[in-house]
């Protein structure tokens, strides 16, 4: 079997129908499908008709297919990209009148590539941004990823909560995509010691971790130190112990090999490893090819009508001294680094292959939204490194395709950790968040005893699935992380505590509710309506 390259895209936003637009809330989604998802769409539909035998293993969370299939999201979808070609037309008329030539020019631009996206999207993809991928999938192009229901972190909820994210996640990929995924993406591709064999549970059989995680043979230390009924207790009970007890993140074992996959623990489930350098050609802030000078700059917008028209110029040059973008000179960037990073990606599997002996599988892994959206010429960046590997090797593959033809012959204990700082769970859980796994906790808690006691009324039984689902939002990995790393935080802290007091209020229903309630529980159901098929009886 030859060397082979998987390139695997994760594809996540929050759960945010209805609640707020710019700058938090649905805008998100709005902004995501028009800067990535069409895009990519449009190029993977492209290369496929030109006979480019592309692979590719794209994530796609349940709850990001639950927003991208609602009917209300997708006509303000068409709205805002209807917005967007308005607001460059408006833009080209004023530069025109003042005379500035390039970024009229440039205004044209972007209405001309809107107007490509918004046909795309109306007309050959029927709205239907789901079902374009599961277009893919059914051609063999695309392998699609589920994950855990909304994104949970799945290593500091109760055991019973991972069994309805998981349960519910793959519910609602196979009701949307019409498909049965069997690899998933762990939440922020945080593990610990016995999740595997919740995933074997589930069907599973693959997921992707971090290469700092390979860590062999676990140690007591690794395990951090709990006890099995300490590991049995659930939310706060398990934050605590992880914001006391951090180990030291050990080096990768010699005897493991980012380049190989291996089976988990005593389960038959299969951990993949992104290779940290060649990713870091992409996403590093230091040296990624984002922050080349010639690329269009994320931060900067027209305080007229929010587009964009400058270039990275240098990435310590203040906002307000940046030089125009000009997409010719970006688009010679992207060829010279799809360039630079095949060179890479073949020279890291010839130095594989001659230190092993044998060949191995190269896996990167990005967030989608980093092409298109954070990075403007990302997915033409994309198509061009597909395109020459079509031509010279490596060899593309999926991670399902790969795992078939070469499976694991060893097996590791993956350390506990995540993908983030430090590789811990201290981006998830820390002194500002630890209120969240405290409430979660309780949550969880109450969840439990209006399951064993609700009645079989019809009501009562609808509160519960509302409960469920409340739950399920509330347990979103992304309310911790926006409030660590500041980027929403009191915006993530109200969407919490808005789940929270629904769940609450839902509960009670369950508990009490009448065909009084009625309207209330109407109201409940319609603010947050995701996974309409969902099962109280899958927490367990």
């Known amino acids: 079997m030859a060397d082979a390259f998987a390139f695997v895209l994760h594809s996540h936003l929050p759960y945010a129908r209805g609640a707020g637009r710019w700058p938090h809330g649905e805008e998100w989604i709005h902004e995501a499908v028009l800067g990535t998802y069409l895009p990519l ?38 709205q805002y990209i209807d917005d967007q070609i308005r607001r460059a037309d408006t833009d080209r008329k004023h530069f025109v009148a003042e005379r500035q030539a390039h970024r009229a020019e ?28 599961a277009d893919l999938a059914a051609s063999g192009h695309v392998e699609i990823l589920t994950s855990a229901a909304t994104h949970g972190y799945l290593p500091l909820l109760d055991e019973r909560t991972v069994h309805l994210q998981l349960a519910t996640g793959r519910r609602t990929s196979r009701r949307i995509l019409g498909i049965e995924p069997t690899g998933i993406w762990l939440p922020e591709c945080a593990h610990r010691p016995g999740l595997e064999a919740l995933l074997e549970a589930h069907g599973f059989t693959h997921f992707f971790t971090d290469a700092n995680m390979l860590g062999g043979a676990a140690t007591a230390g690794e395990r951090m130190r709990r006890s099995p009924r300490e590991r049995d207790r659930s939310g706060g ?26 089976l988990v623990g005593r389960s038959d489930v299969v951990a993949v490893a992104r290779h940290p350098e060649v990713s870091g050609q ?21 305080t007229r009508s929010g587009l964009r028209y400058w270039r990275v110029t240098d990435v310590t040059t203040g906002l307000d001294r940046k030089a125009e973008y000009v997409p010719h000179a970006a688009a010679e960037r992207v060829s010279a680094h799809a360039d630079h990073f095949v060179s890479v990606v073949r020279g890291e599997l010839d130095a594989h292959r001659a230190r ?14 980093l092409f298109g959206h954070w990075w403007f010429e990302g997915v033409d960046w994309l198509a061009a490194v597909l395109r020459r590997m079509a031509r010279g090797g490596p060899h593309v593959t999926t991670i399902a395709e790969r795992l078939a033809a070469v499976p694991p012959a060893e097996r590791i204990e993956l350390r506990e950790g995540s993908w983030g700082k430090q590789n811990d769970h201290s981006t998830w859980v820390n002194a500002e968040t630890a209120w969240i796994w405290d409430e979660l906790d309780r949550m969880q808690r109450r969840f439990a005893d209006a399951r064993r006691s609700t009645s079989a009324d019809e009501l009562r039984q609808r509160a519960l699935r509302q409960a469920a689902r409340e739950l399920l939002l509330a347990s979103a990995s992304d309310w911790p992380f926006l409030v ?3 980027q929403a935080a009191d915006y993530a802290t109200e969407r919490f505590r808005s789940h929270a007091l629904r769940f609450h209020r839902a509960c009670e229903l369950a508990r009490r509710g009448t065909a009084d309630d009625e309207v209330e529980l ?18 367990a």
Do not use: C, N
Request: net charge negative.
């Open 106 to 133: 440039l205004a044209s631009f972007y209405s001309q590539a809107y107007r490509s996206l918004g046909t795309a999207y109306v007309a050959r993809f029927d709205r239907d941004i789901p079902a374009a991928f």
């Open 282 to 302: 992409v996403w590093s802030a230091s040296f990624g090819y984002p922050g080349d000078p010639q690329y269009r700059e994320f931060h900067r917008k027209d």
């Open 356 to 369: 092993s002996g044998g060949d191995g599988m190269l896996t990167v892994t990005f967030d989608s939204e």
């Open 484 to 486: 660590t790393t500041g």
């Open 522 to 539: 109407r109201g409940l159901e319609h603010a947050d309506d995701p996974f309409p098929d969902l099962e109280p009886r899958d927490f």
């Open 41 to 78: 769409l449009v190029t993977l539909h492209d290369l496929r008709a030109a006979g480019v035998p592309l692979r590719m293993t794209i994530g796609l969370t349940p709850v990001l297919l639950d927003q991208l299939a609602d009917r209300d999201v997708i006509h303000r979808t068409v």
């Open 237 to 262: 009970a398990l934050a605590q112990i992880a914001l006391l007890e951090r180990p030291p993140v050990p080096a990768p074992s010699q005897r493991t090999d980012v380049f190989k996959t291996y």
